[in-house]
């Protein structure tokens, strides 16, 4: 599920059909993904009333953001 929805964001931004908010490095791995969102779970615990997709994107925006 996480690997879908990174692939739907990593797909929206790079045809720039919404604004690139995620700077993910070369060959990130599914691992990675899954670790960035179980990490952001625990550090954000008030947030797992939130819907399941919207939470793998912020993971993955605090994972790797892009510089501002």
Known sequence: ??????DMVNLLETTNAVP???????GVTRLQI?????HYLQDHPDQRRA???????????????CPR
Do not use: E, N, S
Not at 20 to 26: D, E, G, Q, R
Not at 51 to 65: E, K, M, N, S, T
């Open 1 to 6: 599920y996480t690997a879908g929805i990174y």
């Open 20 to 26: 690139k908010l995620h700077c993910f490095p070369p």
């Open 34 to 38: 899954h670790d960035a969102v179980v």
């Open 51 to 65: 819907g399941a997709a919207g939470l793998v994107r912020d993971a993955l925006q605090d994972a790797w953001p």
